[in-house]
T-cell receptor, first 111, second 115 residues
Framework: RKEVEQDPGPFNVPEGATVAFNCTYS??????FFWYRQDCRKEPKLLMS???SGNEDGRFTAQLNRASQYISLLIRDSKLSDSATYLC????????????FGAGTRLFVKA | DGGITQSPKYLFRKEGQNVTLSCEQN?????MYWYRQDPGQGLRLIYY???????QKGDIAEGYSVSREKKESFPLTVTSAQKNPTAFYLC??????????????FGPGTRLTVT
């Protein structure tokens, strides 16, 4: 089992749709959680950190469920510019720093 | 402008040659990281450094070496011992480690092709 698992997609949605991604992680000692977006052949860019209480940034909402060990990302009112790969990232420090990137979920938003 | 720079953007080398990838940051971040990304795969950690003059191996350190002589610089050398060096190499930095300090910011990457 991978340490961080994401549905690779692709998710094909029309503009204006709401889309949700889930990500599961296997290590219960995981401490910090993030969503990044990565455009084709570019570097990942931090989208948002994920807090225990959940957090929202404009059209983006992230949730953390420690009991079930998953995090989610909800995108409302999708724009063409949201088309990208979304990476789930988990960090922990158990005697040594460790950060694990999921392989990503591909999103295509079409007009 | 604050940020992370990597050079060159594209690099071509012959098999058997060592090559050094540059990474510089002016964010005053303590921690720096090197990852490689292969097509269709997640990023994998090669080395990281939490403080000057100290660095630790990541998950795939074999065939790579690093140095951290200055806070702002963390060069990566891909040696001839690395069996499959062709990849997209990404450098990142964060304020530190722990909580939001783990938020990593990436440079634009170097695409290395070894033939």
């Amino acid at each position: 089992r991978k340490e961080v698992e994401q549905d690779p997609g692709p998710f094909n949605v029309p503009e204006g749709a709401t889309v949700a991604f889930n990500c599961t992680y296997s290590n219960s000692a995981s401490q910090s959680f993030f969503w990044y977006r990565q455009d084709c052949r570019k570097e990942p860019k931090l989208l948002m950190s994920v807090y225990s209480s959940g957090n929202e940034d404009g059209r983006f909402t992230a949730q953390l469920n420690r009991a079930s060990q998953y995090i989610s990302l909800l995108i409302r009112d999708s724009k063409l510019s949201d088309s990208a790969t979304y990476l789930c990232v988990v960090s922990l420090n158990t005697g040594g720093f460790k950060t694990i990137f999921g392989a990503g979920t591909r999103l295509f938003v079409k007009a | 402008d604050g940020g992370i720079t990597q050079s060159p953007k594209y690099l071509f080398r012959k098999e058997g040659q060592n090559v050094t990838l540059s990474c510089e940051q002016n964010l005053n971040h303590d921690a720096m990281y090197w990852y490689r990304q292969d097509p269709g795969q997640g990023l994998r950690l090669i080395y990281y450094s939490q403080i000057v003059n100290d660095f630790q191996k990541g998950d795939i350190a074999e065939g790579y070496s690093v140095s951290r002589e200055k806070k702002e610089s963390f060069p990566l050398t891909v040696t001839s011992a690395q069996k499959n060096p062709t990849a997209f190499y990404l450098c990142a930095s964060s304020e530190g480690t722990g909580g939001r300090l783990y938020e990593q910011y990436f440079g634009p990457g170097t695409r290395l092709t070894v033939t």
